[in-house]
């Protein structure tokens, strides 16, 4: 049962995505959506409390993904950490730039926050030692700081290089604070 909640699910998500290559997400309607995923207005209210719901939805498993492939991958320095970051989100910048050409993108920042800053404490990061106190704040500011560099590398054609971006990011922190190299 729960495999086909996820089924009909994923269909609104890829119906919705698809209506957004073109039409606004303002002038899209449920019906049109529910429609474009093979199903009624009925069942997708089962689901989806309206379409901003499944633009949350689809972020909140976007977000989900990279940590849940982040555990699976293990132990990661930090610097492979923010390369795997931009790799993650490298094949899925088509669905991003249509969540941003629509207004859709700034929620992003608050789901991944609450997504990240439950498992940041977790990893072994450069500043996760007792004697700095309180690791919220530079968690939220790494958080913040690599999702701005991805949103701001969503014009870039072709999309950047997920290595070269980590890279750049990298050197510049260790430029310019002398640490995490």
């Not at 449920?30 to 207005?41: L, M």
């Not at 990240?116 to 790494?142: I, M």
């Not at 870039?156 to 990011?169: C, M, S, V």
Request: net charge neutral; aromatic share 8%; hydrophobic share 40%.
């Amino acid at each position: 049962m729960d495999g086909n909640k996820t089924k009909v699910e994923d269909r609104i998500i890829d119906a919705l995505f698809a209506k957004l290559e073109t039409s606004t997400f303002a002038s899209l309607t449920v019906s049109e959506i529910a429609a474009a995923a093979g199903t009624s207005r009925k069942t997708f209210y089962r689901h989806f409390t309206g379409k901003a719901d499944v633009v949350r939805c689809y972020l909140e498993g976007l977000m989900s993904g990279l940590v849940d492939e982040d555990e699976r991958i293990g132990d990661m320095t930090f610097a492979q950490g923010i390369r795997h970051y931009f790799m993650y989100f490298q094949p899925r910048i088509p669905r991003l730039r249509l969540l941003r050409d629509n207004g859709l993108l700034d929620s992003a920042l608050l789901i991944q926050n609450k997504v990240f800053t439950g498992r940041f404490p977790r990893l072994s990061l450069p500043w996760h030692e007792p004697e700095l106190g309180e690791e919220r704040l530079a968690d939220l500011f790494v958080v913040g700081g690599l999702w701005n560099v991805l949103a701001d590398s969503l014009d870039a054609d072709p999309p950047a290089d997920p290595t070269r971006l980590a890279n750049t990011l990298m050197s510049q922190v260790v430029r310019r604070t002398g640490r995490l190299g």
